[in-house]
């Protein structure tokens, strides 16, 4: 099997995580004087995550991780976060929006807080957010080289169906997970040493 950490361009592969915290200050759009907010998140303009909704606040604790494979990194032009709220009836309201920034390799964006706009001069409150992105070794055989793993579509990495980022994903969390594995033996060995 062949273990790299780049993809075929040379940039690296991994996983990109995304934490959502909190958000503050919301814009009420219900009856009540709250929100039900949730969360959606875009990468390279394409929808990857919806975060539950936290019902009736406009100061939502949503503690939610999500983790998306990167086959390269420097492809990955924009992250953004749009907040809704969810309605019964009729189409979702659209509370705001900002761009997370992205990390740069095995960079950790600790705790940061985002200013969400509705209109360019319009505040809506904040989401507080961290980001990472891991580098992660991909292990392939022989009869995965030149497959969609290695480039789909020939424009440095981008996978073509979500069926094939599914796969890309088992991959990519099996060999995270193998290395965290992997720390955990040594450590424990070397406890045992003394």
Do not use: M, W
Not at 130 to 151: H, M, Q
């Amino acid at each position: 099997a062949v273990v790299s950490t780049q993809s075929t361009g040379g940039s690296p592969s991994g996983v990109l995580q995304i934490h959502i915290h909190y958000a503050r200050e919301l814009i009420s759009e219900d009856f009540n004087g709250k929100s039900d907010p949730y969360i959606k998140l875009f990468l390279n303009g394409e929808l990857i995550h919806k975060s539950k909704t936290v019902p009736k606040t406009l100061n939502p604790v949503f503690n939610d991780i999500f983790e998306e494979a990167i086959l390269d990194i420097n492809t990955v032009t924009s992250l953004k976060l749009e907040l809704y709220d969810a309605d019964d009836i009729g189409t979702d309201d659209f509370l705001g929006e900002t761009y997370i920034d992205l990390p740069t390799t095995n960079a950790y964006n600790y705790l940061k807080r985002y200013d969400l706009t509705r209109k360019p001069s319009e505040s809506a409150g904040c989401v507080y957010v961290s980001v990472i992105f891991r580098e992660v070794a991909l292990r392939r055989s022989p009869t995965t080289l030149g497959s969609p793993l290695s480039d789909p579509k020939g424009k440095n990495g981008e996978s073509s169906s979500p069926k094939e980022k599914k796969s890309l994903r088992k991959r990519l969390f099996k060999s995270n997970s193998e290395k965290s594995s992997e720390r955990l033996k040594t450590s424990s060995s070397s406890s045992r040493d003394f």
